[in-house]
């Protein structure tokens, strides 16, 4: 008699115990179910491109002068929400919101800058995109995921 009260209290224990910890629910077999969440080494240090998480940056503030007039102007902010300004005066374009966003993605993908990028390479990559030969004014401020700042003031 006490073998059996044992068996039957150690069989509903490990059936309880499956079906509350096992993935034998309903949604088991839905690919929108929820999965363990997987942290990138290079996710902990701030986001990255290849880990899926953004640009690397969370703000991106580009003013770039031609002969003295305003030509390039660059918000990219999503510290609090998602706010995206992108005014080309060169080629008679503003646009704000999912438009600029579209159009600033393009140029994030292109130049792909690190906090360890050379300044002078990220005025080349900049200036090579906006097919610019020279400037009179560039300044440039990011704030890199991982807290890091790259400040570029140059004046010619």
């Known amino acids: ?27 088991a077999d839905e690919p ?16 990255s491109l290849e880990t899926g998480d953004g640009y690397g940056f969370s703000t991106f503030d580009l003013e770039i002068d031609v ?4 030509a390039i102007d660059v918000d990219y902010d999503v510290t609090e929400r998602a706010d995206a300004d992108y005014d080309n005066k060169l ?7 999912n438009e600029a966003m579209d159009q600033l993605n393009k140029l994030f993908l292109d130049i792909l800058i690190t906090k360890d990028t050379p ?7 900049i200036l090579d995109w906006y097919q610019l030969d020279a400037y009179s004014k560039f300044d440039l ?3 890199f995921d991982d807290g890091t700042k790259l400040n570029i003031e140059d004046v010619q």
């Open 1 to 27: 008699m006490k073998f059996f009260k044992l068996t039957t209290t150690v069989t509903l224990t490990g059936a309880l115990l499956l079906s509350g910890c096992g993935n034998f629910g309903k949604n």
């Open 32 to 47: 929108n179910r929820e999965d363990a969440d997987i942290i990138h080494e290079h996710e902990k240090e701030g986001g």
């Open 67 to 70: 002969d003295g007039k305003d």
């Open 91 to 97: 080629k008679n374009i503003k646009l704000q919101g």
């Open 119 to 125: 300044k002078q390479e990220v005025i080349d990559k």
């Open 141 to 143: 401020e990011v704030n």
